[in-house]
């Protein structure tokens, strides 16, 4: 038969919607692939990546969140969450230290390029700026700089003339991270108090030197209840910093952290398939050998929130009903929240059958 | 010439039957070599005269290849397994790596998947038909679809080629890679047919003239005439048109899925190189080679010339414009040049490489003024870096 006289079929006829098969997509699960642009060296140890998205777009974040950096290394994917340096609106940067005997920072100082590839994940994080004029105070210690140097600039771009301390621990003069920026930033706001404590300092040095306990903090960054605190660097400060504000006074909630977060330690995993009862839908899900209970609800099509990957977030932080998990440490979760029986879907797999409320 | 006399008056239904029918038996009178024109003749009667495409839910497709069932495992080809690794290695997760979650419209101005400078407006405007900006827009969307569609129908069939490809290739390192192409292939598919369900919501059906071109490879019973087909021709056109998508389209999400499939490509035609430079070199006769020389020229001129889109000017333009002048728009539209220029820059070093480009074939493809791409790089030496960035390159200079 010919085909002349038959009528042309143009389109080919379409269901009700998009097919069943492709679920439902969830927003910012995909590794976004970005590109080096730059390297730009900050001290004899920290390095900022100059980040470009392939596809050209430049995801919306805010001061003080962070990525998941997605790395291949010898054919493995590792990820870790490095905070963002630039402020909000700005292009993509975040600055990593070389940790002495890190598999991932020495990657990012020896093996990156301009031109490298890898994927992102994100922007998440809850260390941001609240609405308001109020005071600002900001404890920083080594690259714990990195987020606040975002709020810090973010805050004043809004109001430049924002009442805004900062003090910022280092070892020495070298080591100070962003030192041109943030005198820049001083310079063009008055309003703007730096103080630069340096634990070694080189003799010479006239400004803070030595440890900073908590009366120390205290001095320098004021506990003025009417301010929000912000707080990011190693444990030690961080715990003498929060301490002595909860004693002069200063409500919790006015005070906001960002832990640095070690490079997991990753639990046992067991080496048998493992079944998963999320309860909320009644889906019962296989754990493949290796898979955290976030990659097996994924790979099944659960909508499962997550955010960060790491244990970092608690974005996909769920409960256990039933059942045992090994969790990788360190995480996020706090003792409260891990008497309470949560855990973190995406650091944690089931050791045997497993009940979980999600 | 005398097509135009007798066309002349006749109401444009008619016009266009006439047309279609001269210039269907023209794709078959065109080609010089006879032998050639044999083994195509069948996929192009059940493409442009019976029309199998447009009808019904499947076709089958017989081939007579035979499977080349490995007892030794003693050959070795270590450049292929090394494809074979880096292909196991850079598998990418259409699911996982892409942001499904985008929003896209294809009517937006801001972001669009077509932009305005793709469809041939001018030309059409010079034949007399002017489209209002919102009838653009729907047009330029409609144009992305039908694109898309075609890249959907063409990954369908180089699923089953590779798969074929791989039963009868006669290195055991080509027959591991060639795995490795089947889930490249499969994964394309998926995610060509997930932007055009989830996004533009608009399938395009099969165009007979790719139809024809996938049908002759699929039933082709010589393993290296297939080969040839999906890993150099078919290979190098789609390089041609994704490269021309991925530069018009603003569209993030579909920037991205192109990227991924571009770099998959470069790996694909590479292979075909390697398999095929060993295999022309050292088994063909003069005969067979100058057969399969004037099988791939053939192919390459079907490739330039017949892709005119007619689909969508049945949806768009029957009762206005003729069919001919249709093709004439199409063929002169900028954004053709741009396809054209990229599937060439690949196709002729590739075929210059693997040893079908003798003096006597070149005098043919210069005529067909195809001939300034002589020299260039070849699959062995582009990465899908390059491959992205020349793409990126001609842009620049074409717009």
């Known amino acids: 038969m010919f085909a002349l006289g038959r009528p042309r079929r143009i389109l080919i006829p379409r269901g ?143 109001d430049p003339q924002r009442d805004i301390r900062l003090v910022y621990a280092s070892r020495s003069e070298a080591d100070i991270i962003f030192a041109e920026r943030l005198r820049e930033l001083a310079q063009a706001h008055p309003t703007l108090r730096l103080v630069h404590v340096l634990s070694q300092p080189a003799a010479g040095w006239t400004g803070e030197r030595g440890r900073l306990d908590g009366p120390r903090i205290a001095a320098l960054l004021g506990t003025d209840a009417a301010a929000m605190f912000y707080l990011c660097g190693p444990a030690g400060l961080m715990e003498a910093a929060e301490s002595v504000l909860r004693q002069a006074g200063v409500p919790a909630a006015r005070v906001r952290h960002e832990r640095f977060l070690a490079a997991p330690r990753l639990a046992e995993r067991p080496t048998e398939p493992q079944e998963i009862l ?16 976030l990659e097996a609800g994924l790979r099944e099509g659960l909508a499962l929130p997550f955010s960060c990957m790491v244990g970092g977030c608690a974005h996909c932080k769920l409960q256990v009903l039933e059942g045992e998990v090994a969790l990788s440490e360190p995480n996020c979760l706090s003792p409260e929240e891990r008497a309470a029986g949560f855990t973190l879907a995406c650091s944690a797999c089931a050791t045997g059958p497993l009940s979980v409320a999600a | 010439m005398m097509l135009d006399r007798m066309l002349n008056g006749l109401p444009l239904k008619a016009q266009n039957q006439i047309y279609s029918t001269f210039d269907n038996l023209n794709v078959l009178a065109s080609v010089g070599n006879l032998k050639v024109a044999a083994s195509m003749a069948p996929s192009a009667v059940r493409g442009l005269v019976l029309g199998k495409a447009r009808h019904g839910d499947a076709v089958p497709m017989v081939s007579g290849h035979a499977a080349h069932f490995d007892l030794t495992y003693q050959g070795d080809f270590p450049e292929m397994y090394e494809l074979y690794r880096r292909a196991v290695a850079n598998q990418w997760n259409g699911d996982r790596d892409l942001d499904w979650s985008t929003s896209v419209d294809p009517e937006d101005p801001d972001k669009p998947v077509m932009p305005l400078d793709y469809p041939p407006f001018e030309g059409l405007a010079a034949k007399g038909i002017r489209l209002n900006q919102k009838e653009k827009l729907r047009f330029a969307a409609d144009m992305a679809s039908w694109t898309l569609s075609q890249f959907m129908h063409g990954e369908q069939g180089a699923l089953y080629a590779a798969a074929q490809v791989t039963e009868s290739v006669q290195w055991l390192d080509g027959k591991l890679y060639g795995a490795t192409q089947v889930m490249d292939e499969g994964r394309h598919l998926e995610v060509f047919l997930r932007y055009l369900d989830t996004k533009l919501q608009k399938v395009y059906a099969v165009n007979d003239n790719l139809f024809v071109i996938l049908d002759d490879l699929l039933t082709d019973s010589r393993w290296d005439v297939k080969f040839l087909g999906m890993q150099i021709m078919v290979e190098g056109l789609a390089l041609g048109a994704f490269g021309t998508m991925y530069n018009f389209t603003r569209e993030p999400l579909l920037k991205q899925l192109l990227r991924y499939v571009i770099q998959d490509e470069a790996r694909h035609v590479h292979y075909g190189v390697l398999a095929l430079k060993a ?121």
């Not at chain 1, 990012?108 to 105070?137: C, I, K, N, Q, W």
């Not at chain 1, 999320?278 to 209970?293: A, C, D, N």
């Not at chain 2, 002048?325 to 210059?352: C, G, K, Q, T, Y």
Request: charged share 25%; glycine share 10%.
């Open chain 1, 16 to 158: 009700e919607g998009p097919s069943k098969r492709w679920g439902t997509a969830q927003p910012g699960q995909a590794p976004r692939p970005v590109r080096v642009a730059g390297l730009r060296r900050e001290t004899a140890d920290t390095l900022t990546l100059v980040l470009e998205p392939e596809d050209g777009v430049v995801p919306d974040f805010r001061a003080g969140q962070y990525f998941t950096h997605c790395f291949e290394i010898d054919g493995q994917v590792v990820r870790r969450a490095y905070s963002l340096c630039a402020p909000e609106g700005g292009g993509l940067a975040c600055t990593i230290k070389l940790v002495p005997g890190g598999w991932v920072s020495s990657h990012v100082h020896e093996a990156l390029r301009v031109g490298s590839r890898y994927r992102l994940l994100g922007p998440t994080g809850d260390f941001l700026l609240e609405e308001g004029s109020g005071p600002l105070r900001f404890l920083a210690g080594g690259s714990g700089i990195t987020p606040v140097i975002s709020l810090v600039e973010t805050a004043l771009a809004r």
């Open chain 1, 278 to 293: 999320f309860k909320q839908s009644g889906r019962v899900v296989t754990q493949r050998p290796g898979e955290s209970i």
């Open chain 2, 279 to 399: 295999h022309i070199s050292q088994e063909l006769s003069e005969a067979e080679r100058r057969e399969r020389e004037d099988w791939a020229y053939e192919v390459a001129l079907l490739m330039r010339n017949r892709f005119l889109s007619h689909e969508l000017y049945y949806e768009w333009f029957e009762h206005k414009l003729s069919l001919k002048d249709w093709d004439e728009v199409v063929m002169n539209a900028p954004s053709m040049a741009a396809f054209r220029h990229l599937m060439f820059l690949r196709l002729i070093p590739n075929l210059e490489y693997i040893g079908l480009m003798s003096d006597r074939i070149k005098a043919h493809y210069d005529k067909s003024g195809l001939t300034s791409f002589l020299g260039g790089k070849n699959a062995t030496q582009l990465s899908g870096e390059d491959l992205i960035r020349d793409i990126a390159a001609y842009k620049v200079e074409a717009r």
